[in-house]
């Protein structure tokens, strides 16, 4: 059995590089060109994106402010 560390690059895996393997490493799945990722938190809630000058931004609650979040883009 091969014990080498899987070394996918996740960007080549979103651009369909490898797109066509159905596999699990470390945390992260692949199917039809999505990326599957597991994580643990707090709490989670779903909110559009709007723009803002150049840039864009989502608004989250003031209970929120000084924690740290993660932004996971679902379409």
Not at 50 to 70: F, I, M
């Amino acid at each position: 059995m091969n014990n080498e560390p899987n070394n996918f690059n996740v960007n080549e895996l979103l651009h369909g590089q490898h797109a066509s393997m159905e596999s699990t490493l470390n945390g992260v799945g692949i199917h039809n060109n999505k990326v599957r990722l597991e994580i643990f938190g707090e709490e989670m809630i779903e909110k559009p994106v709007v723009l803002s000058g150049k840039s864009c931004r989502a608004y989250l609650p003031p209970t929120w402010l000084g924690h740290k979040v993660k932004i996971v883009r679902i379409d």
